[in-house]
Every structure is written in structure tokens, then in C-alpha cells.
């Protein structure tokens, strides 16, 4: 069994066909069209459409006006895009440790992490579920500082009845496959503010800003464009969003029933009022439990299962450069240890999902530590 498979087929195949035969193949009306539909979805103003989450995160926070030496507050457990596009921009990503019971950014500390220095905060959505905006964007305004929202894994979650990326001064989605809907590779930036929208729209496609005969170069733009065949497999994808994120939300549902009496495993908890979007199902094992014996063992059952994500100040490249204690981050290092994925797609059927818990009860037996 996968553990993610997207859910494509005959009106996304269409739907590239279309595109090709209309020979406008890069940005252009189908972009358009899928930037107006998320849009609308999510209740924004404005959305742009961009290679992927990791450009639309580097555009954003250039257009923001991060410098390089800036300091951008972000998760240190989150897939390495989140910090690569601040260092990207010649800025320093700021590590602040996360809740280890919904894996997101524990707003107590990233207050305490704020210094003269800090131009932007941005949370994760980890694995679908919402940040604590409320928090985090009371102390964001309280400092003055904006904050942009990795949404990459969130399209659908809400936050007290708010869709995600619309929860900051502007957020990131990707399409990546194992995300919630797919355009292969792509990513989406949705803001309301007029002014930052203007700027991402130049800044996208290499500082251009199109005349009545050509264009005219305003800034020192990037080609960040993400193209109409991919916007295309977005316009299919949309059409099934809520199917997806039902069918998601009630698979989650019905791990967290099986789960419930299995030792060792702590299934992921939601707090009162926000919307999961279940990007990935995500669980936390007991300390004494070896995490990549219990993959292994999984994968004996044929059951592909991997690590929650990364904790970034234990990759090599962050370790050796700012070289931060794993005490200073216990909660982050606990889960790049302990968190646990498992498979979770619409095609999924109950009985499927049965025969993952029962395999993942014998093989957390089997993984644990000897004191
Ligand atoms: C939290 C987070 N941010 C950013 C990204 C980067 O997305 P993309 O692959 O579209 O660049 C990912 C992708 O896995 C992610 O999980």
C-alpha cells in the first residue's frame, strides 16, 4: 500500500490536451482561471500562481522585503522549503520549537525569538492543520511585523471558520502530488492586499510590466510563472477538492477510532474550532519505540509508511552552520524521531486502513527499545 497516490485521471489527461492544442502553453487564461478559483475558494482577493510553494515562499518574502541579514521566524519541524527561501533571500531563519501535540509552531516562543532584526513570521500548517493565527498574529501586530503563512499543505484547513491563506498578510499553497490537490509541480500565492499583490505580479515574471506594444522591465524580477498545463490539472483537481478533503477527513476519522486503543501511538489532535485538512496523517510514537524499525517493519507488511518531517537545525547543512543544541528545540527533535506518517488517500477503503493499524500494533510490540 502507498502512502500517497493522487487522484488523477481521464478530465486531468483532457485537460492537458486542450492546453496543448491551444499552443498557449505557459502562463496565461488557464492560470488565470485556476488563480480565480482558488481565490474565490478561499475567500482572498488576490492569487498568483507559481512554479512551486518554494518559489511562491521566496517571492513572497522578496516582496515583503525581507534583506538580506533579516531575521524570519519559522518552525525548526517542517519540510527544509520553508527555511531554504529565507536563506534564499540572504536572510537567517530563526528556529522556534513546536507543540509536539499538532506538531505547529508554539506561539509562546516565537514571541520570546522576536528581536529588532525579525521582518516576518511564518508559520507552517503542519501536515494540513492550522498554526495558531490567532496567537501568532496577536503578537505579529503587536511587533509590527507581518506574517506569511506556509500553507503548502493546507488548501481547505480553517482556522476558527477562516481559510488557511487567509489567515496572514499572505500565504503559500503547493500542488505538489502528496499534497491536497496536484498540478504536478506548482505552488499559489494568495493575498487581499493590494499593494503586495501588485509588486508579486512584476516580481513573477522577471520585473515586466506589459505596455500597448511590449513590456518594460521595473525590477529585477524572477520567472517564477507557473505554467497553463499545470493550471489546467489544477482547474480538474478543484472540481474534486471537496470530495477529497471529505474523504480525507473522514478516513482520518476513522484511524483515529482504530487507533485509539493501540499502546505506544498517539494519533494527531485538532484544537476546538479549526478544520484539519489531513495533507498527511501523522502520529506520534511512545519515546522507547524505534520509529525506522517500525517503518521497516511495515514495510514487511507491504505498508509504505515514512518519518513525520524534518527537524531542520539536524540536517547537515543548518547543523553546521548555526550549530544549535537539541535542548534548545526538545519538542521539534522529538519528532523528527518519533512522528510516524501513514498512508491516507481518497481511494483508501476502511478495511484498508484496519489492516494498517493492525500491522502498525505488532510492529511498535516489536520495535521497542530494551531499557
Ligand atoms: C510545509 C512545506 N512547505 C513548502 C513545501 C514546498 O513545496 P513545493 O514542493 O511545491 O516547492 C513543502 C513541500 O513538501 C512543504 O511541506
Redo the contacts with the bound molecule.
Sequence with gaps: MRLNVPLTGVDELNAIAEVLQSGFLTQGPKTAEFERLIATRIGAMYAFGT???????HLTLHAIGVLPGDEVIVPDF?????AN?VIQQGAIPVFVDIDLATFNLNPTLVEQAITPRTRAIMP????GLTADMTLINEIAARHGIPVVE????ALGATHRGREAGTLGLAG?????P??IITTA???LISTSDAELAAKIAVLRSHGAVRGSHYMSFVDAGFNYRLSDIHAAIGIAQMVKLDHILDRRRSLASVYNDLLSDVDGVSPPSVPEGDLHSY?SYVVLLDDDVDRDSVIDRMREADIETTLG?YSMHLQPYFRERFAIDDRELPSATRAQRSALTLPLYPQLENEQLESVVSALRQAVVSSRRKP
Excluded: I, M, N
Design positions: 512554479s512551486s510553494a518554494t518559489t511562491g515562499l517542517s519540510f527544509p522549503a520553508t527561501a507552517v500548517h503542519a501536515f506556509d500553507a503548502a499543505c503559500v499553497f503547493s500542488f505538489h502528496r499534497k509541480e506548482g505552488g495533507q518531517t
